[in-house]
Structure formats: structure tokens, C-alpha cells
């Protein structure tokens, strides 16, 4: 059984303006969250500025956010790392916290072999039992995993069970669908192709647009999932605006530039991430205004 059917949302760290976790406001968001009919909360990946954030910090927000949800949906707690050391404890430790999921990007920097990464994140799946989603995302980590690397880990590791998906690459997601005989969870890491990838057996999305929509992200998969394709694709077409804008600089300053702008006030982003340059206020604030979700 999948970790959780449907969008997730790969929800945003709020800071005070000292830089500290602001937790009154993320008990908020994850309230709001649940309200909007989010499927699941995916917590310190990178649109929770988990690289900036240290392991101490990782610790307690994911130990917070599952006391926060208490079960309501699952949390998928972000562990990855390009050490695999510290990933098994930082992934033991969100175990211990009561995840329900784990996220484990592919290591950066270092540029495993395929070899390397099959060796890494069976290291750290073994070192826990609950459920474990690979993730992919080339264009961040400089690693591409080829479709039979994911595949043979799914197969072979129990507890691995399926990959977020952010390469935007289709012919190769097609493949794994393939190779695993769609016997495999597969997530669209990118909100413009949530349709498409369930499509091909997809199991739903890992959300940035959920954040400032949750229930519209949702209705796209729920849509899908009782055959209405018709209306969950022109949803998915009626948010490409809006996900462009959130899209229009490096993730996540748009959408905590657009969260602000709906007055929920999640605080700054941590440097090296800098505030939005005007223009592209203006041109996200525009494409809020369009979609409703900003007077």
C-alpha cells in the first residue's frame, strides 16, 4: 500500500525574522494543511530549506510536525543526505519522531556511481522499517538515477517503495513504470505534470502549489483518481500561470513570497536564498490574482 495517495505538500519552513523556526506559525500551516484536504506533509525537503537548516533543527521540526498531525495524514519526513553516515542517523531519528514515510534525496556533490547509490540508500532503508521514497532531482543534485537503479532498489530493498520524481524526464519515468511492472510508487516531483505522470500509473503529487492551494492540488489527483480526467486536466491547465510564477525563481522564494503576500506571514528565507526581485513579485502577484487566491 502506497505511503499516501493523492498531493502532498512539500510544505515551507516559517522563520522569525532572527532566522529561528517560528513553530506557533508552522502549527498553523499544518492545520491549514489538513483543513484543505492535503493528502500527506512532506516536512524539511528542499521547499522547507532544509539545507540551511541544521540537524538539530531537522530533528525537532519533523519531531513537531508528527506531534502536530498526531495521524491525521502521513508525514514523510526529508533525511536525505550526501553523507551517508549522517543520513541513518538523521533518518533513525525521524523514525523515532513517529514519520510515516521517508524522503531521501540522491547524495550531491559527491556524484555517486550507480553502484554508489544503489550501496547508499540501502544503507540508511536498513537502518529503519517504515516506508522509504527515493528522490530524484537531477537539475539540483547534478546525480541522475537511471531507471534501473530505482527500479532494483524498490525490488530488492522491502522498504523502499517508490520514487519522487522531479527530473521531468517522461520517457525515463515511463521506463521505470516499465521495468517494475507499475509495481512501484511514483510521485510527480513538479506541479506541471501532476496529469501526465498519473497517467502512466502515477500515485499523486509532492506539492510546492499546495502550500497556497491546497484543496484545488488535491481536486487535480482526486479528480484523476474517479475518472474524471477531463476536469483534472484543465485544472492542472488552469494552474500553469500560477506554477510558473512559483517557479520563476529558485524554489521556495516564490512561494514564501507568495504566502506572505496572502498575509500569512511565514518570515524570510534563509541565506543564500534572497528575496524576490520586484518584477517577479509583480508577476506572481498577478497570476494569484488570476487564479483566485489573492484579492
Known amino acids: 500500500m502506497a505511503i499516501f495517495e493523492g498531493a502532498g505538500v512539500a510544505l515551507i519552513t516559517p522563520f522569525k525574522d532572527n532566522g529561528d523556526v517560528n513553530y ?25 530549506e532544509s539545507a540551511t537548516m541544521t540537524h538539530e533543527e531537522d530533528d525537532e ?16 519526513a526529508g533525511t ?7 543520513a541513518v542517523k538523521k533518518t533513525i531519528a525521524a523514525e523515532e519522531s513517529g514519520a510515516d514515510g521517508l ?18 540508500f540501502t544503507e540508511i532503508a536498513n537502518a529503519v ?4 521514497l527515493l528522490y530524484h532531482i537531477p537539475g539540483r543534485t547534478g546525480v541522475t538515477m537511471k531507471p534501473e537503479t530505482i527500479v532494483k532498489l524498490c525490488k530488492e530493498v522491502p522498504n523502499i517503495v517508490g520514487v519522487k520524481e522531479a527530473s521531468g524526464n517522461f520517457s525515463a519515468i515511463a521506463e521505470i513504470m516499465h521495468l517494475a511492472g507499475g509495481e512501484i510508487d511514483v510521485y510527480s516531483g ?5 496529469v501526465p505522470l498519473l497517467s502512466l500509473g502515477g500515485k499523486g503529487v509532492i506539492s510546492v502549489l499546495s502550500n497556497v492551494a491546497p484543496q484545488q492540488t488535491h481536486e487535480i489527483c482526486a479528480s484523476y483518481f474517479r475518472g474524471d480526467v477531463k476536469k483534472s486536466c484543465q485544472m492542472q491547465l488552469d494552474a500553469i500561470p500560477l506554477i510558473n510564477a512559483l517557479f ?16 500569512k506571514e511565514v518570515g524570510p528565507l534563509r541565506m543564500p536564498l534572497t528575496e524576490m526581485e520586484p518584477e517577479n513579485q509583480k508577476r506572481l502577484a498577478q ?3 488570476e487564479y483566485g487566491i489573492l484579492k
Open 248 to 263: 520563476c525563481e529558485v524554489n521556495p522564494i516564490p512561494v514564501k513570497a507568495a504566502m506572505n503576500m496572502m498575509g
Open 129 to 132: 522499517k517504515i516506508p522509504v
Open 190 to 194: 513538479n506541479d506541471d505534470q501532476i
Open 103 to 120: 524522503l531521501l534525496v540522491t547524495p550531491y556533490y559527491n556524484k555517486a556511481t550507480q553502484n554508489g547509490l544503489i550501496k547508499h
Open 80 to 86: 536525505g543526505s550526501n553523507c551517508t553516515r549522517e
Open 61 to 76: 521540526v519533523i519531531r513537531f510536525v508528527c506531534r502536530q498531525v498526531n495521524h491525521r495524514i502521513p508525514v514523510i
Open 24 to 48: 506557533e506559525k508552522l502549527a498553523e500551516l499544518v492545520e491549514e494543511q489538513i483543513a484543505g484536504g492535503t493528502d500527506a506533509i512532506i516536512v524539511c525537503g528542499t521547499t522547507g
Open 287 to 289: 497570476a494569484m490574482r
